[in-house]
């Protein structure tokens, strides 16, 4: 048998989480905001998407199997529904992150300009290989299919913004200016799709409600 092949018996896997026995972790607001995004659909089922970025934002940028649960509970599906959605879209992380994502696009147009250049000198300069988080959690490498940004190749997206025709020089800096700020972090990606989903009106009765 394969030493590195990691086993484990069916009957041992891990039990998801009961909803009911785990402390939830959505505040006062997420509650109000998944109302109001779950008002705009026919049923609750229908925002299971804009659900999981609520928790994955309250969850600090990742979907653990209690915010799975959270989520199954407040929309009244099962966790197997819920977890089936989560795992299927890469998008939604299942483990955790670093504050930071990088993510190097290395599509044709991206890779043509010197993407995987700019990839291996990421993995130099934060001592870190492509997957990995840097020890001190803020930054986490990752390759991304087409960002739909190829004229201004080559790109990599950083939670809520697209960082354009990028260059050593160019990374430097980002990498400097993301050091000391909280922009642009997994958790500010996940709240300003949560943010694009309601409404003027969901935010100004949600904003009026907490005066
Ligand atoms: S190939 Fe990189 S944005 Fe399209």
């Not at 939830?24 to 609750?44: C, G, I, M, N």
């Not at 966790?79 to 959605?85: L, P, T």
């Not at 890469?90 to 992150?97: A, L, R």
């Not at 291996?120 to 087409?146: N, Q």
Request: net charge negative; charged share 25%; aromatic share 6%.
């Amino acid at each position: 048998m394969d030493r590195n092949v990691e086993l484990i018996r069916i009957t041992e896997r891990p039990k998801p989480p009961r909803p009911e026995e785990i402390p939830l972790r959505f505040s006062e607001t997420a509650v109000q905001e998944l109302d109001a995004l779950v008002s705009h659909y026919p049923d609750k089922k229908s925002a299971l998407l804009p659900a999981l970025w609520l928790a994955q934002r309250e969850y600090g940028g990742v979907l653990t199997p209690e915010a799975i649960a959270e989520v199954a509970l407040r929309l009244e599906r099962s966790y197997a529904e819920v977890e089936g959605v989560a795992t299927f879209y890469t998008m939604y992380n299942k483990q955790q992150m670093g504050k930071f994502m990088l993510e190097v696009c290395t599509n044709l147009s991206c890779m043509l300009c010197g993407s995987y250049r700019l990839l291996e000198y990421l993995e130099e300069k934060l001592g870190i290989r492509l997957g990995e988080t840097t020890p001190d959690g803020l930054f986490t490498l990752t390759e991304v299919e087409c960002l739909n940004n190829c004229g201004d190749a080559p790109v990599m997206q950083v939670g809520d913004v697209y960082c354009r025709k990028m260059s050593v020089e160019k990374m430097d800096a980002l990498i400097d200016q993301l050091r000391g700020s909280d922009e642009h972090s997994v958790t500010r990606l996940a709240d300003a799709i949560v943010n694009i989903q309601l409404s003027a009106a969901d935010k100004a009765r949600i904003a009026s409600e907490h005066e």
